[in-house]
């Protein structure tokens, strides 16, 4: 046979051909605001509703990281940096497998997002603000975790005693202390579907 034809199943398959098996287009939503913001919560019930439509997702968030494959990370600058770093990594694999990631971390320097959307690839990385004011993360404080920052219990938390510096051009922004969570989810989803959608 002749050397220079590859047979397809000599190699891996392409991400095109698992995009058009799963019928859709992958992407990777990357949720970026403070703790308490809301990211979560969106990416949570945007999950349910594009499921819902036919389209497979991965969620990603400190939950399902911090617990294994980064459960040697702290939150020091540095850390904060790795602990994106192999999230970004871990994305450009499932959207090589033509999943659609939603991923949500507080990330909060432009130095660190920009280091995930190099890895990740500007086509397919979309970055959402989820902007909440502090006050009112603090006063959500679902975690429990600004009323210990501010007793010093906790040390570098976003907001506090560590900066978050604001996308200077996100994709998306929502201003959740305008919105409910329901309008906050139909707001991505109907942002993203013309992105996702085969045509
Ligand atoms: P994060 O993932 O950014 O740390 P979470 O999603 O865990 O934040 O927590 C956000 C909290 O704020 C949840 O308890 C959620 O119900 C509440 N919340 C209130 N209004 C909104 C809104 N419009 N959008 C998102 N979350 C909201």
């Not at 459960?71 to 540095?78: A, D, H, P, T």
């Not at 979309?126 to 906790?154: F, M, S, W």
């Amino acid at each position: 046979m002749d050397n220079n034809i590859h047979p397809i199943f000599d190699r891996l398959l392409g991400r095109s051909e698992k995009e058009n098996y799963l019928n859709q287009k992958s992407k990777v939503l990357w949720f970026t605001g403070l703790s308490g913001s809301g990211k979560s919560t969106i990416a949570q019930g945007l999950e349910k509703l594009l499921f819902s439509e036919g389209y497979f997702i991965q969620v990603l968030d400190g939950d399902n990281t911090r617990t294994g494959l980064n459960n040697n990370i702290g939150f020091s600058l540095e850390d904060r940096q790795e602990n994106i770093r192999r999230i970004a990594e871990v994305s450009k694999l499932f959207a090589d497998s033509g999943i659609i990631c939603l991923n949500s971390f507080v990330s909060p320097t432009i130095a660190i997002r920009n280091m995930a959307r190099t890895i990740i690839g500007d086509d397919d990385f979309i970055e959402i603000y989820v902007n909440t004011p502090l006050h009112i993360c603090e006063q959500r404080d679902v975690k429990g975790l600004y009323a210990k920052a501010r007793a010093g219990e906790l040390k570098g938390f976003t907001g506090i005693d560590s900066p978050f510096e604001p996308p200077q051009q996100p994709d998306l922004e929502l201003l959740t202390e305008n919105l409910t969570v329901e309008e906050g989810v139909r707001k991505v989803f109907n942002f993203v579907l013309p992105k996702i959608t085969r045509t």
